[in-house]
């Protein structure tokens, strides 16, 4: 606990932002999204722009989730998570905002003609049908079924050993301080929220903030929580030094892949 405490202290960073939010007694979960604050409204206008006029015809619908469909956004820390929904591309674009250019853009692609079928389909709906905030076009979260609890909401824990396997490899490809500071958070994200899947059923609850999940990761494994605080610290802080982002994943990566054996046993 002294440890805990300390590295606590030494945060600049990570704030206790964010809740778990708790199944009812067959794992259903109540629908948390809400409207994003006013301030989003320009820049959701700016990139909606952008994305019709990337895709043209093949934009079907886009849809908003994370913090800020969730009204726990604070401006400056959070990044913004898009939906988008194609017909006949499935090509990733790079959006960048002029409003806010140091914001934290995430865009998932997803085929309309197959969801909620296709790869990542189940997960995806999920977590639209959970937190997911329709803004554009046709609205593809109001007819799905109300989130329940159960693998499927586990969004990086079942492919553990395939992206800690690939961090070191985008490292080297990237080598500007940006791009490794992108990598960074990428996967400290991934593995403070695969620590908190591999507790979710237990709990019987849910969440992808880092603040609540690193709590509960390090509760549940004492011994590591000197590097799962570090992981969250920079999953909000990202780092470029090479040497502190590996050993973090020499500590955590065992239990990663342990906890994603038990997932699949």
């Known amino acids: 606990m002294l440890t805990k405490l300390r590295y606590r202290h030494q945060m600049t960073q990570l704030r206790p932002i964010g809740t778990l939010l708790y199944a009812d007694p067959d794992g259903l979960l109540?629908?948390?999204a809400k409207p994003p604050a006013p301030i989003w409204a320009p820049i959701l206008k700016e990139l909606i722009e952008k994305l019709h006029a990337h895709y043209g015809d093949a934009l079907v619908s886009i849809a908003l989730r994370g913090s800020v469909a969730r009204g726990m956004d604070v401006v400056g820390v959070s990044d913004l998570d898009l939906v988008v929904f194609l017909n006949g591309r499935s090509d990733g674009l790079n959006l960048h905002s002029a409003l806010m250019p140091d914001l934290p853009i995430e865009v998932a692609v997803v085929d309309a003609a197959t969801f909620p079928h296709g790869a990542s389909g189940d997960w995806m709906a999920f977590t639209l049908a959970l937190?997911?905030?329709h803004i554009h076009g046709d609205?593809?979260?109001a007819d799905l079924p109300p989130p329940h609890l159960g693998q499927h909401a586990m969004g990086h824990l079942p492919r553990?050993?395939?992206?800690?396997?690939?961090?070191?490899?985008y490292w080297v490809e990237e080598p500007e301080d940006a791009d490794r500071q992108d990598i960074c958070q990428w996967l400290m994200k991934r593995i403070v929220r695969s620590l908190m899947e591999s507790q979710m059923i237990r709990l019987n609850a849910y969440s992808r903030d880092i603040y609540?999940?690193?709590?509960?990761?390090?509760?549940?494994?004492p011994a590591h929580q000197t590097a799962?605080?570090?992981?969250?610290?920079c999953a909000i802080a990202p780092t470029t030094n090479h040497e502190e982002i590996a050993a973090i994943v020499a500590d955590l990566a065992p239990v990663l892949l342990r906890e994603q054996a038990v997932l699949s046993s």
């Open 139 to 141: 609205d593809f979260i």
């Open 160 to 169: 553990a050993d395939r992206w800690l396997a690939k961090w070191s490899v």
């Open 212 to 221: 609540p999940c690193a709590k509960v990761a390090a509760d549940a494994f």
């Open 228 to 233: 799962i605080w570090k992981a969250a610290e």
């Open 30 to 32: 109540r629908r948390c």
């Open 131 to 133: 937190s997911g905030w």
